[in-house]
Nanobody
């Protein structure tokens, strides 16, 4: 069973930083592509960043240069380092795991950027 679990959300002031983590259960983590999505209040869930099995990364234009996604296969973990946070980054952040064509979602972690 593949189960992503997110952590690291919280309240941060504009310009601040947070690091989100996604831990994925199961012994096949190295075979998964992992992405972060976010959903702001009243809006659709949107792509934020992705890291493939080979370490290739992609980012939404809105976070390029501010967010960095990385993975540690030994710890079954993907991290999302978020810097220079803005109020518009406020959302629930979800971890998505793609394995052999199947999607698995975590329950999300709330990030609030406010002064």
């Amino acid at each position: 069973q593949v189960q992503p679990v997110e952590s690291g959300g919280g309240l941060v002031q504009p310009g601040g930083s947070l690091r989100l983590s996604c831990v994925v259960s199961g012994s096949i983590f190295s075979l998964t592509h992992v992405s972060w999505y976010r959903q702001a209040p009243g809006k659709e869930r949107r792509f934020v960043a992705r890291i493939t099995t080979g370490g290739t990364t992609n980012y939404a234009d809105s976070v390029k240069g501010r967010f960095t996604i990385s993975r540690d296969n030994a710890k079954n973990t993907v991290n999302l380092q978020m810097n220079s946070l803005k109020s518009e980054d406020t959302a629930v952040y979800y971890c998505n795991v793609l394995l052999l064509g199947a999607d698995y979602w975590g329950k999300g972690t709330l990030v609030t950027v406010s002064s």
